[in-house]
């Protein structure tokens, strides 16, 4: 190991004053290729190190100055330096807590238990009570075998607010050692009810049931293992960051933060990275992705869009910056983004997936084949991927295709749900619904995720609908609502079958809940105006119809259905003629249909105007006619006629 | 097969050429011949300062008897120039040896006692330029001459021996190719059909034009670590007997879990006599693929125990390797990790089930402050017991090297353990002379009698350094056997267990096997450490496809080759 001495001055002020047994160095960090920042501060507290042992220091001034930059050795991962000072430190002064403490935790990091052992045991000489250097020492008796020690040390610890947790997980790993399964148990499940978040603990809670015989409780807790770690209280360590400088301290600050569920915390770390390098593509992508986990999802597409601008190829930029514009219902742009992304990737398989979801929902099923077909040759073990491109080519209308694609991939994978969903699908539009009926019942007896089995139920509410058999399909729906209660698509089918039996107060329901996730759902707040109308409840419809085109202004259904109900309701407290007029002539000018015209008309009758009614009505007529929807004409002329009459129209969902 | 056979009538017995010792050093239980002997290799891996991830990986190396003349050759990987646009001049450390670089292949000819290799590369006609990473062994097309299988960051490539002293490339015929980055691969008959299949282990998806870059807190830039890339999904391909290979990955369920693989080991861990398939992840999970004995394998690594580590973290695994380390009978699993965690045995109960016993070993500690890749159990003294070699340098740059200026600092010493039964395990490093003094960037182990003096050798593979040939001093002074079990096509029996029945002493469970360790394949002889007074009874023979043979009062001191049940000798 390569020592360099801090100056001669140093030496000397250490040699005349303090020890001279032992040469007075610590080892000072190459600052070569360090961001200019760390390197300015760490020289300049390396040079007033110098500076003060050229001064005369008493022993107390230097250990401290020596300490503190052993500190920022610790903040900056240069354990090696850290401890060299910490080292000196605490030869100095040897009454200090915090040297000995810093420097028996970088020694039990490295793994050199022996000494660990020694430096935290004079800590705790000096600090008695002190839990969190208790519970170093358990840790480092139980690894290096003592476990009798570590449980003595282990149980005062575990009635310690804030180390409880930790103290049970090692009281259970010496129980389990000794063989003490069932006290194991006990003990991991008590540290598991103090930190649930400590997802760690549940490994070893299982290999304990494992041992137990219980194999099922084993694999439950086996697969719910995590990263998450036990926390406990630990100021030393938790405050070595103030003062430090340098962007890759931020952002280690806001990853530490980001991983403590600090989300708050870490954006302010993150933000302090670009306060420095503004120009760094990197920061704002991690303030993106911070932002998205918060929820923040506009924030986070600003993030992105910044990353967009100081590097416009990168390819998980395109990516995520889509995700969040996806989120925002900015399709379009999501769209682009992700081209932009396949051009620039082309085997990033989650971006061709994306795009394919997003053409074949924008109806391109053709580009999204093309898509899934070239993902599916780069990664071609992923069956979903085949299931999704068997799903897109039954909107392609290659069904039998699909169907055998599933059948094969069924054959290698007998289990495979997706698959099942899909080949239920195929039969289905094949007219084999006992078939299709069939494929999901199976999914339904694998024993399948709530969300896949949710799907099945969708697909068996949808095809039982179809069937004309709407009370089943109601209660295969309603499970699956059950399952994914934040579904707003399974809501609005099941609002819809609910209509179709009349139960129109139960699918008001389902359209509120809709609403509530998202109320700017135009589907939804349509099927709940129709359900409303259709409930007599004129009233109450036309003061939803009014907050839902207040909301959504450029909503051309919404806003014809309240200039219809405006024009032609029975309660005369809800009809308004003039707002209907003005209503339907915008709905006109934006989409010309026979249905907005006729709404005109009704509004022009409804004003007395029956002339404009009359004239508005002759003209629909002609034009159903040339439009090659005589079907209708009976029923318009006869409309034509009775504003000829002088009537008004007062039943206005007969058609 | 219940019969009592004598071995010697059926088993045919050869005498080698056993090599003198030497210069033996009193404690010394290594040397290193490779110079000495002409094995002249040294590893080039690329490197122009951009600190590309890829170039602390490299390589393996294999011990292998390619021309059947009944010493082990060897096979060393070679890396390549790295980088959009670089050529040689860019590298920091220029290539030693033939340019451009490419792997090598180096034919034992020792006679009379003196240790040669030549290297026959060119003649062998293998083209192996690629950057390579490790190396399989296996007779794939039972023909009875041992075939190549490499790794590469890039097409792999499958070496067909024509048994003249020539290889063919027939990757393309024989549908083996990948060209994601692979490190370990391992050739095992999975569905006992006579035939050797492959494993792939595929590590991470670095691409140069979407290379991550990683920096130090101090703004200092470093290696990347594997997660700052996606992990690539692993292969089985079956063999169908005619020279090609058949895509199993889905149909097998292999493609159910992965994650970046640098480490397979085949081994039967239930016990249910169907080999079963370890793979070593890099900081993620590990998988326990149990063969279901149709076709099919069920990830077993977290019920196991053997996934992650007794805190439930998974851990950056490199090599693997696996054993009777205790002598109760099951296959233990060890591997190896990175600094600043331990390596991890973990020691099985019989039935499938492992338990973490690092803390209690001895093997924690001694491991924490380096990096391990390559690794192997070797019985050093030919005592019985497994000693273990861990060969180590790191992956991000090492705090005191740095300081120190040094143009590559990841070196750090290998790792001797003497086995001290029971599980327990002793460093012996600093106690065995300069070998274990040096530090280098090592990475491939593999394992075998070089000299054929009963005992074994060790080919190390350093990363950006000399490969080494550490000769065995000390285990040919005690009581051994050896034994080399053969297939029905003539080639070697992977898979197969050779049970040593002692009339003092527990018995001994040892394996052919050639895969595990680091991209590296080792001896497929069975060699036993008997000790000083040796008590051998019999030796219980079973074959991968279950057929049995007893060999009462073997011969020590030999090499005995046993056909398979029902084989011409």
Redesign the interface.
């Known amino acids: 190991m390569t020592r360099v001495l801090v100056g001669l001055a140093l030496i000397g002020a250490l040699a005349s004053g303090i020890a001279a047994e032992e040469p007075a160095s610590i080892l000072r960090p190459s600052l070569d290729g360090f961001e200019p920042a760390v390197a300015d501060l760490l020289r300049s507290r390396m040079e007033r190190l110098e500076s003060l042992a050229a001064s005369g220091p008493s022993t107390d001034e230097l250990a401290r100055e020596l300490g503190e930059l052993g500190r920022l050795f610790l903040v900056y991962n240069l354990p090696e330096s850290a401890e060299s000072c910490l080292a000196r430190a605490e030869q100095l002064q040897p009454d200090e807590f915090s040297w000995r403490y810093l420097r028996g935790s970088i020694l039990q990091q490295r793994g050199d238990l022996e000494q660990a052992r020694a430096v935290l045991t004079g800590a705790l000489g000096l600090e008695p009570t002190d839990p969190t250097v208790q519970l170093r020492l358990a840790q480092i008796e139980f690894e290096l075998g003592d476990e009798e020690r570590a449980g003595e040390l282990y149980r005062p610890l575990a009635e310690r607010p804030g180390f409880g947790a930790a103290a049970h997980y090692g009281l259970g790993r010496i129980a389990a050692a000794r063989g003490d399964l069932s006290g194991a148990v006990e003990h991991f499940e008590t540290a598991l009810s103090e930190q649930p978040q400590a997802s760690q603990v549940r490994y070893q809670l299982g290999l304990a049931h494992r041992g137990l015989g219980d194999l099922e409780r084993a694999r439950e807790l086996l697969a719910a293992r995590g990263a998450g770690q036990l926390k406990f209280p630990d100021p030393e360590m938790e405050t070595l960051g103030a003062g430090a400088v340098g962007v890759e301290v931020y952002l280690a600050d806001g990853r530490r933060l980001r991983n403590r569920g600090d989300l708050p915390g870490a954006v302010a770390a993150f933000q302090r990275a670009i306060a420095a390098e503004p120009d760094e593509p990197e920061h704002w992508a991690i303030l993106g992705a911070t932002l998205l986990q918060m929820g923040r999802v506009e924030d986070s597409v600003r993030a992105y869009r910044e990353v967009e601008r100081l590097d416009p190829t990168s390819p998980s930029m395109l990516y995520n910056l889509a995700i969040g514009l996806i989120r925002l219902g900015q399709i379009g742009e999501a769209v682009a983004r992700l081209e932009a992304l396949v051009a620039q990737a082309p085997d990033h398989v989650d971006g061709r997936v994306n795009l394919a979801t997003l053409y074949d929902r924008g109806g391109r099923p053709g580009d999204a084949e093309r898509l899934l077909t070239e993902a599916i040759e780069l990664d071609p073990y992923d069956s979903e991927l085949q299931a999704q491109r068997a799903s897109v080519l039954i909107s392609l209308g290659r069904a039998p295709e699909a169907r055998r694609e599933m059948v094969a991939l069924l054959r290698a994978e007998p289990d495979n749900a997706e698959a099942l969903l899909v080949l239920g699908m195929a039969n289905e539009a094949l007219g084999s619904p006992g078939d299709a009926v069939a494929a999901w019942e199976r999914v339904l007896a694998l024993g399948v995720s709530e969300e896949t089995a949710a799907t099945a139920h969708y697909y068996l509410g949808r095809s039982l609908l179809g069937q004309g058999r709407s009370e089943e399909a109601v209660a295969r729906l309603q499970r699956a609502v059950d399952s994914l209660p934040a579904n707003r698509q399974l809501r609005l089918t099941l609002a819809g079958a609910l209509g179709s039996r009349g139960e129109y107060r139960r699918a008001v329901e389902q359209y509120d809940a809709a609403i509530a996730s998202e109320p700017r759902d135009e589907s939804a707040r349509f099927g709940k105006a129709m359900s409303l109308l259709l409930s007599g409840g004129e009233s109450a419809a036309s003061a939803h119809l009014s907050e839902s085109v207040e909301l959504l202004p450029e909503s051309v259904p919404l806003k014809h259905l309240l200039a219809r109900l405006l024009a032609t309701a029975a309660d005369d407290t809800v009809r308004d003629g003039a707002e209907a007029l003005r209503l339907a002539r915008e709905v006109f000018e934006r989409a010309q249909t026979i249905d907005h015209a006729e709404t005109v008309a009704m509004a022009f009758a409804e004003l007395g105007r029956f002339d404009h009614a009359a004239d508005w009505q002759g003209q629909i007529v002609e034009r159903a006619r040339a439009t090659g929807q005589g079907a209708r004409v009976p029923a318009l002329e006869a409309r034509r006629i009775g504003y000829q009459r002088g009537e008004v129209v007062r039943a206005p969902w007969s058609d | 097969m219940s019969r009592v056979l004598k071995g010697t009538l059926l088993g045919v017995t050869i005498a080698l050429s056993v090599l003198p010792p030497g210069a033996r050093g009193e404690d010394v239980p290594f040397v290193d011949r490779a110079a000495e002997s002409g094995l002249d290799f040294v590893h080039f891996n690329g490197m122009s300062g951009e600190l590309y991830f890829l170039e602390t990986m490299g390589s393996g190396g294999a011990l292998v008897d390619y021309d059947n003349d009944g010493d082990l050759d060897v096979y060393l990987v070679q890396g390549a120039m790295l980088g959009p646009g670089k050529t040689l001049a860019d590298a920091i450390v220029p290539p030693v040896g033939p340019t451009p670089p490419s792997d090598r292949l180096f034919r034992n000819d020792s006679e009379g006692g003196e240790l040669v290799f030549v290297d026959v590369t060119e003649r062998s006609g293998i083209e192996a330029t690629g950057y390579g990473m490790g190396v399989a062994a296996g007779d794939y097309d039972a023909d009875g001459w041992v075939d190549l299988y490499l790794t590469n960051f890039g097409s792999n490539q499958l070496l067909r021996n024509r048994g003249d002293g020539t290889f063919e490339d027939t990757t393309m015929r024989a549908g083996v190719d990948d060209v994601r980055w692979t490190v370990p691969a391992a050739f095992v008959d999975y569905d006992r059909d006579g035939l050797l299949d492959l494993f792939l282990a595929n590590y991470v998806?670095f691409t140069f034009s979407?290379r991550v870059h990683c920096?130090?807190?101090?703004?200092?830039?470093d290696y990347c670590a594997p997660l700052s890339y996606r992990p690539v999904?692993d292969r089985l391909l079956r063999n169908r007997g005619d020279g090609t290979f058949e895509?199993a990955?889905?149909?097998s369920g292999i493609?159910s879990a992965f994650g970046n693989g640098l480490g397979v080991v085949t081994a039967d861990f239930d016990g249910d006599g169907w080999i079963d398939v370890y793979v070593a992840n890099d900081m993620m999970p590990n998988q326990m693929w149990i063969n279901q004995g149709d076709g099919t394998f069920r990830d077993d690594g977290?019920?196991a125990?053997s996934a992650?580590n007794?805190?439930?973290?998974p851990e950056a695994s490199m090599g693997v390797v696996v054993g009777d380390v205790d002598a109760d009978g099951d296959l233990d699993l060890f591997m190896t990790h990175l600094q600043?965690e331990?390596n991890t045995l973990y020691l099985s109960d019989g039935q499938g089930?492992f338990?973490d016993e690092t803390?209690?070993s001895g093997l924690?500690?001694a491991?924490?402050?380096a990096t391990s890749f390559g690794t192997a159990w070797i019985d050093i003294e030919n005592d019985g017991w497994l000693d273990l070699i861990v060969v180590n340098g790191a992956v991000s740059t090492i705090?005191?090297l740095?300081?120190?200026?040094d143009p590559y600092p990841l070196h750090q010493p290998n790792q001797l353990f003497r086995n001290l039964g029971a599980g327990r395990f002793e460093e012996i490093s600093a106690a065995t002379g300069e070998l274990f003094g040096l530090s280098e960037v090592s990475r491939g182990v593999a394992l075998g009698d070089v000299d054929n003096d009963g005992d074994s050798d060790v080919l190390l593979a350093n990363n950006a350094g000399p490969a080494r040939l550490l000769i065995n001093q000390r285990g040919q002074d005690a009581a051994w056997l050896g034994v080399r079990l053969l297939a029905g096509s003539g080639s070697d029996a992977l898979g197969a267990r050779v049970t040593v029945a002692r009339a003092a002493g527990t018995d001994l469970e040892r394996r052919v096997q050639v895969d595990g360790s680091y991209a590296s394949s080792s001896d497929p002889r069975v060699l036993v450490g008997l000790g000083r007074e040796p008590t051998v009874d019999r030796l219980e023979l079973v074959w991968p496809d279950g057929r049995r043979r007893r060999w009462i009062d073997p011969e020590l001191g030999r090499y005995a080759i046993w056909p398979a049940p029902g084989a011409a000798p």
Do not use: K, Y
Request: net charge positive.
């Open positions: 998806d979407r920096s130090l807190p101090t703004g200092a830039p999904p895509d990955t889905r149909r493609d977290l019920i125990g992650v007794a805190e439930g973290q600043g331990t089930g338990t803390r209690r924690g500690q491991s924490w402050t705090e005191a740095v300081r120190a200026g």
